[in-house]
Every structure is written in C-alpha cells, then in structure tokens.
C-alpha cells in the first residue's frame, strides 16, 4: 500500500495560512520551526497526512499561471464528509468558491487560499 503522507510549497506567511486551513477544515499545525536556508515551516493537516507550508528567508516572487508552468501545483484536493457545511465555512472566512459541480462519484467546488494557492472541495457522500 502506498499512502500520500504530505504535500510542500512555498508561502510568505506559512502561520496565517495554517491558521485559515485549521480554521476551514478543523485540522491542527503537526509541527513548526525552522527549515531550509534559515527558513520557516508549519506543517498542517490530520494524524495521517499534511501540508508542509515552507517560507524561505529571503523575497518570494509571486507565481505564475500554474496550470501552464512544468512542474506547477494546480490544486490541492480535500474530501470532506459535508461539502455544503465547509463551503458556508469558506464562504464566511471571506473566500469565493467556484467551479462547482455534480459528478460521478461526487460533488465538488474550488477556491484560492491566501498567496492564490487552489483547492478543491470534494464530497463523496451521496444524500
């Protein structure tokens, strides 16, 4: 068996983004302290997989258009066991969610993060 443990990248404010995804999904920060280069890393997520949110100790340049860029993270996919209970979540912490759409086998939406980081919202439980 092969399981997905975690996923990096590169943020400015790598607690105030754990902050919001423990906030929208009700995960908790793993661990936190110093990285790379002098850097900085919070890891976020469940006992079982996470986030690891690195800030480098230097200027980041913004991103470019992922989806068109070798190598670019499109989105990051959550599963959720109430699609609409965490889309009222997202709504109210301000986010805009779109895409959305009823699928074989579930149902899902899309929203950006702070620093324009995309997740999608997936939901297999059938009502």
Known sequence: MTVLEHVNFTV???EKIASTLCQLFDWHIR???SALGGGRSVHVGSEDNYIALYSPNKE?????DNYST???LNHVGVVVDN???VEQRILKAGFETFSHADYEPGRRFYFHIE????FEVVSYQHD
């Open 31 to 33: 661990w936190q302290g």
């Open 70 to 72: 070798r190598g670019g």
């Open 115 to 118: 620093e324009g980081v995309e």
């Open 12 to 14: 400015s404010d790598p």
């Open 60 to 64: 980041i340049a913004d991103s470019c």
């Open 83 to 85: 699609l609409d209970e």
